[in-house]
C-alpha cells in the first residue's frame, strides 16, 4: 500500500514562493514516479511535474516551466514542489501521485496513489 502525505500549502502573494513536499509513509519511493496534480474550484484536474524518482528526471506543465521545481531528498524520502513567482491562477488544491514507473505521465488516471492535498493561494 502507498500512503502519501502532502505538506506546505498557504496563502501566499503574487509574486511569493512556497514549497511542497510530499512523503511515502514508511517506504520510499524506489521504482515511483511522483507527480503533482492541481485543481482549483471549477476546473479539471490538471498536471503540474512529475519526477523518476530512480534518476531524478522531470517532466513540467508548460503553465509552470521555469517556475517550479521538483526535486526529490533521498535522505529523507521526500519530493519537494518548489513554486516562485506565484500567481492567482496557481491557486488550487495541490495533490501528490505516484505511480510505478518508469513513464513520466500526465494524465490523473495513470496514477493509483494519492494524497489528500495541501492548498495552495494566491492573493493578487
Known amino acids: 500500500q502507498v500512503q502519501l502525505a502532502e505538506s506546505g500549502g498557504g496563502l501566499v502573494q503574487a509574486g511569493d514562493s512556497l514549497r511542497l513536499s510530499c512523503s511515502r509513509l514508511?517506504?520510499?519511493?524506489?521504482?515511483?514516479?511522483i507527480s503533482w496534480f492541481r485543481q482549483a474550484p471549477g476546473n479539471e484536474q490538471e498536471f503540474v511535474a512529475a519526477l523518476r524518482w530512480n534518476d531524478g528526471v522531470g517532466r513540467y506543465a508548460d503553465s509552470v516551466k521555469g517556475r517550479f521545481t521538483i526535486s526529490r531528498d533521498n535522505a529523507k524520502n521526500l519530493v519537494y514542489l518548489q513554486m516562485n513567482s506565484l500567481k492567482p491562477e496557481d491557486t488550487a488544491l495541490y495533490y501528490c501521485?505516484?505511480?510505478?514507473?518508469?513513464?513520466?505521465?500526465?494524465?490523473?488516471?495513470?496514477?493509483?496513489?494519492w494524497g489528500q492535498g495541501t492548498q495552495v493561494t494566491v492573493s493578487s
Open positions: 514508511g517506504r520510499t519511493f524506489t521504482s515511483y514516479v
Open positions: 501521485a505516484a505511480s510505478q514507473g518508469p513513464m513520466l505521465r500526465e494524465r490523473s488516471s495513470d496514477y493509483s496513489y
